[in-house]
């Protein structure tokens, strides 16, 4: 530890907040070993990227990071790891200036292997890489020390092969921690003082393929944990989305009326072709069952639009879905081809210029649904979990149901849930709030 000690570490994390929660808790591993950890801009000793590969342009992206990286450091120790090093190892050791890449099955001896260097670059990178069935360690993780609400990791892997995806071959099966083990982390997060979790996973619901539990029985073990006042769901599968989980959330106090539930299409042609485990009625029904017991909720939905053999018709199934529905906010994705899926030998591709116009006809919807949402509440009192962001003399948080919002700078209110009252709206959807004392 001691010859670590001022030799500096940066993380630059691309993707999902599960990479998020990977990278912090890699990031502590460090701190542990008497590493300092600087911001992803300043140079570090070491340069981790933690990367994506959902998208070509997430790909590309890894590249010319390691590129900027090496131009701008070039005696720094550059390690790769993540979906993208999972994929293409070879690829991403070819790049110069790349020390180590290690697959997602070996990212948790990530310190290790910086250790084996010695504070030198190598001649040879060293490459871990597993084929998809081995793919079977789970590297627990929580986020800690960036905000008021960590990301805590229950699941990994997904069992779903949707037509379009990587997912499966970039992180395995669904696999998952006990709900003892999971619970002892949320306390280990409550005694830090953080009182926000967001519970995450590549495919959250699916929880319990190797325990042979349930989601539902993980979010109640959650809510019995002192000092956490705040659960969120990052993202469900519609499928997942059970009423006896819904039933829960409206009923427990610290689950906050806030969902991310992906769509992908409104069609249920495409979806078939996707490869979906839902129909068009199904998804509708799940929002109209959240919207039954939780008027006020916040539901985020994640569309792709130019998948292969989408018609302007089935665009339109997708567009008018949505704009019946209500969400809150859009995740929108024009459709990437990944080598090795079966999205990429599906006959009528949509050029990408309609994709790129179909996508931006969403947007247009997207920016007037947020605005509706954020809009519905002014006037109203709400709970804001306030964060240590300061812009311009004004401080900002969260309602439970996922409104932005910004006050007037008070240190005191830092990490602290504030009952405000939403007075007005801004252009961007931020809500401006007064402080009920």
Do not use: W
């Amino acid at each position: 530890m001691e010859e670590n000690r001022g030799r500096r570490v940066s993380f630059h994390t691309l993707g999902c907040k599960l990479n998020f929660s990977e990278s912090s808790t890699l990031a502590r591993q460090f701190e542990q070993n008497g590493y300092v950890r600087v911001a992803s801009e300043r140079e570090g000793d070491v340069c981790v990227i933690n990367s994506c590969s959902v998208t070509e342009h997430a790909d590309k992206k890894c590249r010319n990071l390691v590129r900027k990286i090496h131009r701008r450091n070039p005696s720094a120790i550059i390690a790769v790891t993540g979906c993208y090093a999972q994929l293409k190892p070879n690829d991403i050791a070819a790049i110069e200036g790349v020390d180590i890449v290690l697959s997602n099955n070996d990212k948790g001896d990530l310190y290790q292997r910086v250790a084996e260097l010695a504070g030198r670059k190598s001649a040879t990178p060293f490459v871990t890489s597993c084929q998809t069935a081995e793919l079977t360690r789970f590297f627990a993780s929580f986020s800690s020390g960036d905000r008021t609400r960590t990301f805590l990791k229950v699941q990994d892997g997904c069992d779903y092969k949707c037509a379009y995806c990587t997912i499966h071959y970039a992180r395995g099966s669904s696999r998952n921690m006990p709900i003892a083990d999971i619970v002892a982390e949320a306390k280990e997060v409550a005694a830090s003082g953080i009182k926000e979790i967001v519970i995450t996973g590549i495919n959250t619901g699916d929880f319990g393929r190797t325990t042979g539990e349930k989601f539902i029985d993980l979010l109640r073990a959650l809510d019995a944990v002192e000092g956490i006042e705040r659960y969120r769901i990052s993202s469900i599968e519609p499928n997942l989305l059970t009423d006896e989980i819904i039933e829960f959330c409206a009923s427990s106090p610290k689950f906050q009326h806030h969902f991310h539930i992906p769509l992908q299409s409104g069609s249920d042609r495409i979806l078939g072709l996707m490869r979906r485990r839902y129909t068009s009625a199904k998804f509708a029904d799940r929002i109209n069952k959240v919207r039954s017991l939780m008027p006020d909720a916040f539901i985020g939905i994640d569309v792709i639009t130019g998948f292969p053999g989408e018609s302007e018709e089935n665009f339109m199934e997708t567009y008018n879905l949505l704009a019946e529905l209500k969400p809150a906010f859009l995740h929108i994705f024009p459709f990437s081809e990944r080598p090795g899926t079966p999205a990429v030998d599906m006959p009528d591709k949509v050029p990408s210029s309609i994709s790129t116009q179909r996508v931006e006809r969403l947007e247009e919807l997207c920016r007037k649904l947020h605005f509706d949402f954020c809009s519905s509440m002014t006037g109203q009192e709400a709970e804001v979990l306030f964060e240590s962001t300061m812009r311009g003399g004004m401080m900002y948080g969260y309602t439970g149901n996922y409104v932005r919002v910004k006050a007037p700078y008070r240190r005191e209110l830092i990490n602290k849930i504030s009952r405000v009252k939403l007075t007005s709206i801004e252009p961007d959807c931020d809500s401006l709030a007064e402080i009920l004392e």
